[in-house]
């Protein structure tokens, strides 16, 4: 049984950065990609970042290019977001995803969800 695990989150002010840490167990963690969603209240799960099994692929929203980093450790397995000039509009609800098979941006693509961490940022 996948288990996902984050922490990191937190209070943040504008302009500054958290990292984010995922850490996997259950399964071989290579075998998975792995991806970051986040939910703001009273908004959809929203897309942030995914990372391919072998670390070589990445994709981010829009939102989020330039600004967040994605990275995964498969000897530690763990993935981390690393979110550097944080805006308020980034405080949501962030979760961490793992899937085997197919996946892509939508959040129903991903099989395995941890329980999340909250990240607040003020202005």
């Known amino acids: 049984q996948v288990q996902l695990v984050e922490s990191g989150g937190g209070l943040a002010r504008a302009g500054s950065s958290l990292r984010l840490s995922c850490e996997f167990s259950g399964r071989t963690f290579s075998n998975y990609a792995m991806g970051w969603f986040r939910q703001a209240p009273g908004k959809e799960r929203e897309f942030v970042a995914w990372?391919?099994?072998?670390?070589?692929?990445?994709s981010f929203a829009n939102s989020v290019k330039g600004r967040f980093t994605i990275s995964r450790d498969n000897a530690k397995n763990a993935v981390f977001l690393t979110m550097n000039s944080l805006k308020p509009e980034d405080t949501a609800f962030y979760s961490c995803?793992?899937?085997?098979?197919?996946?892509?941006?939508?959040?129903?693509?991903?099989?395995?969800w941890g329980q999340g961490t909250q990240v607040t940022v003020s202005s």
């Open positions: 995803a793992a899937e085997a098979g197919t996946y892509g941006r939508e959040w129903w693509t991903w099989e395995h």
């Open positions: 990372i391919s099994r072998s670390g070589d692929s990445q």
